[in-house]
């Protein structure tokens, strides 16, 4: 039977900056060694490889021996290095200058550890943007890959590369065949191959298995009988490597694609029209940002930073090594959940933090450097932020509740702040409550006075008055001393009370919980201890009876005894929690075991406390499972106060090594 199409065979793996050294082990040993052990025995059969920049440094440290095996297929060209950003970025969320520093990056080393560099360039999530061909051309790529599904988004068909252009720039696109990796997964080859020999024409198409269906659990029997199946259709497909059909094909068309989302992959049956499984639909990279406030607070981190680093001047190697951890922050995980983790892994997102804390402390000058409160928009959300800076704290607040939404502890390269909020995604069932809101510190609740633990920790505040999601207005900035003050007037007032931006009667709105009550808070970082004031003040006609709660998340390694202690201070004695409940607390401190770092918090009156553990429930490799973000700290003070009437407290919180 003659050959009728080309195929391409592909294998990429990759694991994030900041995954477990198990996880790379336990990669290694299920996929990495059985997948390159049993191509070396089929030397027939081409490959074209891609294997992310942390993977490959972990792989050089631990297992050198896979190297050597690399080195041998490589030589006679049986497989065929793909190249790519060394981190595996977002490249649709990174500057042109951040993917060229990137790919080059990457190339380098691979050039370094294989003689050769790669002509070829692998897209994380295949999420593409047309303005990437000029990135990937100027980088010496010849060729990438984009799903399918992609190619018929512009009009194209799927068993032939295209050429793509912008601003005069080409670069080559061969198609992936999604439906076929997903069917390898749940079928033996041999028999989905001569499906998709029958619905082929001439041409080429790639593929990139993830999984392999095969007998028994064994990685290695499956991994052998897919490619004992591969061997068997060699009669009617030809395996070929990208390099290899290009050298001798036509010129492909041109063509242009639309913006295409980041792509995950699923089990689930087509239609009856169609018997191979189909993925499940993606996100555009910036929809992400929409829907995880906390992947927008790692990519506004990320465009500070980086605009930090360009304002250095004549100091080169410092600049290269700020420039170096910038990049170790851009990981794709840490941006999107593709129903592995994703952002939810909380050491994924610790990772991109510290590595960006680590690029703007080289930033900073020693002995030059001067503590300051900053104005602007830092989250890019057209609103101003106050960002307070000293030399071993940075806090910085949002107009939008005057919470602080990053705090960062610089020694350690730590943002206390680092928390995920809970959602409920499609994959994980209903059981999980929903928070509706970015998790931070000093987020006030005006809540009733029945209100109980078991309440606060299924998220159900019902007849409370949240000020955190209400905008408050600075009335004070004080960059000398490093102080801004915001208000938040009554929703509720008296008559002839200072509700802002009432006009007329009619727009009065309808009465709210505990609307009456109007907020001012005043921020101080000074000397690296965080002060802040509250006045709560009743501007109602009717006497304010509620409990007010300034909800604090401390975000820590884990909330185990090997991570974290927590002590109270009651009358000047230091004694362990014990428990979810605190009574009569006057201060708590917070021992982060594995950073070595005493986080203190002290209040003018004493009170009782809330301690609740936020775990997030996500999917990783196919198990549900409940992550530890953050400690939530609910200090709790009843209030009675008449019409008129004000109540005041201090806070002051202090991290130390």
């Not at 060694?33 to 074209?48: E, Q």
């Not at 891609?50 to 631990?62: I, K, Q």
């Not at 194209?156 to 990796?181: H, M, N, Y």
Request: charged fraction near 25%.
């Amino acid at each position: 039977m003659s050959r009728s199409i080309s195929l391409i065979l592909g294998s990429h793996e990759h694991l994030p900056h900041g995954a477990g050294i198990d996880e790379f082990e336990e990669l290694y040993r299920v996929r990495l060694k059985p997948f390159i052990s049993t191509l070396y025995r089929y030397p027939k059969i081409p490959a074209v490889l891609h294997y992310s920049g942390a993977l490959l440094n972990w792989l050089e440290r631990n297992h050198p021996e896979f190297f050597l095996i690399l080195e041998d297929m490589i030589s006679p060209k049986q497989v065929e290095r793909l190249g790519g950003g060394c981190y595996e970025p977002m490249m649709a969320l990174i500057s042109p200058q951040d993917r060229i520093s990137q790919i080059e990056m990457f190339t380098t080393y691979l050039r370094k550890q294989f003689g050769k560099r790669p002509q070829g360039c692998w897209l994380p999530g295949l999420a593409w943007e047309q303005a990437m061909v000029g990135t990937l051309n100027s980088c010496g790529m010849v060729y990438t890959f984009l799903e399918d599904e992609t190619f018929r988004s512009a009009g194209l068909g799927t068993e032939s590369p295209v050429i793509s252009e912008d601003q005069g720039k080409l670069v080559t696109v061969f198609p992936l065949a999604g439906k076929l990796r997903g069917a390898f997964a749940v079928e033996r080859a041999l028999p989905v191959l001569e499906k998709f020999r029958d619905r082929s024409g001439e041409g080429v198409t790639a593929v990139f298995p993830g999984r392999f269906f095969g007998d028994g659990e064994s990685p290695e029997l499956r991994i052998h009988q897919f490619f004992e199946d591969l061997a068997r259709s060699e009669s009617f497909i030809n395996f070929t490597s990208p390099s290899r059909y290009l050298k001798n094909a036509k010129l492909p068309v041109k063509a242009y694609f639309p913006a295409s989302p980041v792509l995950g992959y699923g089990n689930k049956k087509a239609g009856p029209e169609d018997d191979l499984p189909q993925r499940k639909p993606g996100l555009l990279p910036r929809q992400f940002l929409i829907i995880y406030p906390e992947a927008n607070g790692i990519y506004s981190k990320m465009i500070f930073t980086h605009s930090l680093i360009n304002q250095l001047r004549g100091d080169k190697s410092r600049k290269r090594t700020a420039q170096e951890e910038l990049l170790r922050a851009q990981s794709f995980d840490a941006f999107c959940y593709l129903g592995d983790g994703g952002i939810y892994r909380n050491m994924l997102r610790k990772a991109a933090y510290r590595a960006l804390l680590g690029a703007e402390k080289i930033t900073r000058e020693k002995g030059i450097f001067i503590p300051s409160l900053l104005t602007f928009d830092f989250d890019l959300d057209g609103e101003e932020e106050y960002l307070f800076q000293d030399t071993h704290m940075n806090c910085y607040v949002k107009t939008s509740g005057a919470g602080i939404f990053e705090l960062d502890y610089l020694p350690k390269n730590w943002n206390y702040l680092d928390t995920m909020a809970r959602r409920r995604e499609p994959d994980q069932g209903e059981e999980q409550p929903v928070d509706g809101y970015r998790r931070g510190a000093f987020l006030d609740r005006l809540v009733p006075s029945a209100l109980s633990l078991e309440d606060a920790r299924a998220g159900r505040f019902e007849g409370s008055r949240f000020c955190a999601l209400e905008t408050f207005k600075p009335v004070l900035v004080d960059r000398v001393h490093e102080k801004v003050r915001f208000r938040l007037a009554p929703k509720n007032p008296a008559p002839g009370g200072d509700a802002e931006g009432l006009l007329f009667p009619e727009e009065t709105p309808p009465p709210e919980p505990f609307g009456g009550a109007g907020l001012e808070k005043t921020y101080c970082l000074n000397r690296n201890i965080l002060t802040v004031q509250y006045t709560l003040t009743n501007g109602g006609e009717l006497p304010l009876d509620c409990t007010f709660i300034p909800e604090i998340d401390l975000s820590f390694f884990d909330d185990g005894e090997a991570f974290l202690r927590i002590l109270a201070l009651r009358k000047g004695v230091k004694e362990n929690a014990g428990g979810a409940e605190i009574t009569a607390a006057e201060g708590l401190e917070f021992l982060d075991i594995k950073n070595e770092d005493i986080i203190s918090l002290s209040m003018d009156r004493s009170c009782d406390v809330w301690l609740i553990p936020i775990k997030t429930r996500c999917r990783i490799r196919d198990r549900i499972t409940d992550r530890y973000q953050s400690t939530c700290i609910m200090p709790r003070f009843p209030l009675s106060l008449e019409p008129g009437a004000s109540w005041n407290a201090e806070f002051k919180l202090k991290i130390y090594h």
